[in-house]
């Protein structure tokens, strides 16, 4: 599996944007780019996922780089309840195995 | 809230108890898994099943026994743990591969 590489820890201001990046630099052509997060005491949440293009939905952005070796996750406007551990992850050729690295631990302030 | 039902919530056993964790979803999904996450870590895999058939075991040793009796249900059935196992345990869930995994709020499990 590739090994993805983030930021141990971020801190955004509520109504910003965050932008929180993410380096995989050995992700091979066919493996996905999947964003998860985890408040305090739930399981992890699915945000987004991507191949190649640029992806957004109504909880995010997934801005992708050509060369496929980083990407940067945007939440437009962060807010408190946002805070959270948010995992890269690049699952390998099957799909089925998700390796969780060690995240980024993203705090909102007021 | 979760689409992914798990119970219980929360689980205090001795290293000789035998008990289970239950994982139930009704979304039709295919594939089910479990994980295990340890205290400020981040969750590590242990099984998935697909089509209710043990597709991946990631040398989880054997006091852990899974079991996908139909497509809704996943079962992790726990014998001999030891204080080391203490962690949440996630269950999981998705249409398929390449498909986003929906997950459970996990059950927290303390062995004295």
């Known amino acids: 599996d590739a090994k993805t590489t983030q930021p141990p820890s971020m801190d955004c201001a509520e109504g910003r944007a965050a932008n929180l990046p993410c380096n995989h630099s050995?992700?091979?052509?066919?493996?996905?780019v999947y964003w998860y997060r985890q408040i305090h005491s739930q399981g992890p949440q699915y945000i987004i996922h991507g191949l190649k293009n640029n992806e957004t939905n109504e909880m995010a952005s997934l801005i992708i780089t050509e060369d496929r070796k980083s990407s940067t996750l945007i939440l437009p406007h962060a807010t408190l309840r946002d805070t959270a551990v948010y995992y890269c992850?690049?699952?390998?050729?099957?799909?089925?195995?998700?390796?969780f690295g060690e995240g980024t631990q993203l705090t909102v302030n007021p | 809230d979760t689409e992914v039902t798990q119970t219980p919530k929360h689980l205090v056993m001795g290293m000789t108890n035998k008990k289970s964790l239950k994982c139930e979803q009704h979304m039709g999904h295919r594939a089910m898994y479990w994980y295990k996450q340890k205290a400020k870590k981040p969750p590590e895999l242990m099984f998935v099943?697909?089509?209710?058939?043990?597709?991946i075991n990631e040398s989880v040793p054997s006091r852990f026994s899974p079991e996908c009796p139909n497509s809704s249900l996943l079962n992790l059935h726990l014998h001999a743990l030891q204080p080391e196992d203490s962690a949440l345990y996630l269950c999981?869930?998705?249409?398929?591969?390449?498909?986003?995994?929906?997950f459970g709020d996990g059950t927290r499990l303390s062995i004295l």
């Open positions: 050995t992700i091979s052509g066919n493996e996905y």
């Open positions: 999981a869930s998705s249409p398929g591969q390449f498909q986003p995994q929906h």
């Open positions: 099943y697909s089509y209710e058939k043990l597709s």
């Open positions: 992850i690049v699952t390998e050729t099957s799909g089925s195995r998700l390796t």
